[in-house]
């Protein structure tokens, strides 16, 4: 979850300061040596390749951080994110794969960092590659998992990613449905917020907000990053040498990376991306072929599908955009965790208007709502739309809302199933929406832009 921060080291490079100023931050960078007599690797494709790996690293939050933003308890010494980043070759692309944190994994031979014994090949879940083996083993899984050849490593903690969100402002984000989570103290209203670190750190690390547990929070991590990217480019930091120098002292002061990506490498991508944006990037997740795959002496896992996995793949080696030739259509149609086809659907006119009712109970259908088809007028007018929905199914009503942002949830006990739309004069559009099942992932691709804020949550 802390990884996605340090895509803004690339990023930030585009204000193309000066080889001074990136110099001095260059020194203060943690060097590792990630590649050690490391053998018998992919062959290198085309692009740059960046494996970004998030701790659950919290020695530099104060007692006060730690209790606001629930970060009590040990933390595992593990990854709790990790992602590849692939930089195009032209420098004018960035593609995003989220590697879930409980995929099967089969890690290499190799000397374990804490006890010195020396391990055959055994099953783990990726995240415990970094406890067993640190960052070489890590690189070394993922190479043979996804045969892509990694080029740099970036690894960050909890502090650089409040720090990084702080400095630049805070980050905004949407969300057509309340998010609250009682494990990290998320508690976020429907509507667009602008999030400071220790809220930001809440909402990329929320997983008990939905069904889709891991898999639902690397969307919103992916949403996030998204978010971040735009207001990296879009607020001058870019453009200002000493925001420049703040944020990327933020970014840079808990950051440790390769002894290779140095002062040359943040120049050369900072002169090339200078027209970044987030419609320049593209976000996955890697395809699940099967979920909770039972592992001996392990547990519950994700398995990948290797069909698809080696499609995803090959695209990255062989620097091919993952959304090639599709449409930008501007935002892309929201998720709701019921599907829509269960939920059935009265409208009702409270305006004036007439065949409003009409066309909204046809937007709700071509999105997939099961609707009467027989809209009604109301008894009364009213200014805002209002969802009348019986308390058992607020699931549905829930997901409804998505589809109709703005509206007010009224719970009229006893109503059953059917969920009753009064359209209000507010009323503005009917949004798009997708259901995901979370017990039958499926891979898509969105682009930065669709995944942003677009002014109306």
């Keep these: 979850m802390r990884a996605i921060t340090t ?38 494709g085309h692009g740059m390749n960046v494996l ?39 420098r004018e692309r960035a593609t995003v794969v989220s590697l879930p944190r409980d995929s099967y ?44 050849k990694i080029d740099h490593y970036l690894e960050v903690d909890f502090t650089t990613f409040m720090r990084t969100v702080d400095v630049l402002g805070g980050v905004q984000v949407c969300t057509p449905t309340p998010l609250k989570d009682a494990y990290t103290g998320l508690d976020l209203a429907p509507g667009t917020h602008t999030l400071r670190g220790g809220q930001a750190l809440q909402y990329v690390r929320a997983r008990h907000l939905d069904g889709a547990s891991d898999l639902g929070r690397m969307k919103r991590q992916q949403r996030f990053l998204a978010a971040l990217i735009e207001k990296t480019t879009s607020s001058g930091v870019l453009l200002n040498p000493i925001r420049f120098r703040d944020v990327t002292r933020a970014v840079l002061g808990s950051v440790r990376a390769d002894k290779g990506f140095g002062t ?5 991508l900072g002169r090339a991306m200078r027209n970044f944006s987030p419609s320049s990037s593209e976000f996955t997740t890697v395809p699940i072929g099967q979920m909770n795959f039972q592992v001996k002496g392990v547990g519950s896992t994700l398995k990948w599908d290797p069909a698809k ?16 030739d599709r449409p930008r259509r501007g935002p892309a149609a929201a998720p709701v965790e019921v599907d829509p086809r269960q939920i059935r659907v009265l409208v009702a006119n409270g305006t004036g208007t007439v065949g409003l009712a009409k066309r909204v109970d046809a937007a709700l259908a071509a999105t997939g709502f099961a609707t009467t088809h027989q809209p009604v007028t109301a008894p009364a007018h009213v200014p805002r739309t209002v969802i009348s929905y019986d308390p058992r199914w607020d699931r549905s009503a829930r997901s409804l809302v998505v589809a109709l942002p703005g509206s007010e949830l009224r719970a009229v006990p006893g109503q059953g199933p059917l969920m009753k739309v009064t359209v209000g004069a507010g009323f503005k559009a009917v949004h798009k929406v997708r259901f995901e099942d979370p017990g039958q992932p499926e891979q898509s691709v969105v682009r930065g832009d669709e995944v942003v804020c677009s002014g109306s949550a």
């Design 7 to 44: 895509l803004s080291v690339v990023v930030l490079a585009s204000a193309g300061i000066g080889h001074a100023v990136v110099t001095s931050l260059d020194a203060g960078i943690a060097r590792i040596d990630a590649f050690k007599d490391m053998k018998n690797r992919p062959r290198a």
């Design 52 to 90: 970004l790996v998030g701790t659950d690293g919290r020695d530099k939050i104060s007692e006060q951080e730690r209790r606001a933003y629930r970060l009590g308890g040990q933390p595992c010494h593990c990854t709790d994110t990790m992602m590849i980043v692939h930089i195009s070759d032209d």
């Design 105 to 148: 994994a089969d890690v290499p031979a190799h000397v374990d960092q804490n006890t010195g014994r020396r391990h055959g090949p055994h099953p783990i879940k990726l995240n415990a590659a970094y406890a067993e083996g640190g960052p070489q083993l890590t690189i070394r899984t993922v190479e043979n998992m996804t045969h892509v």
């Design 264 to 268: 040359d490498e943040l120049l050369d």
């Design 309 to 324: 996995t080696g499609r995803l793949f090959s695209s990255l080696r062989d620097d091919k955009p993952l959304a090639v």
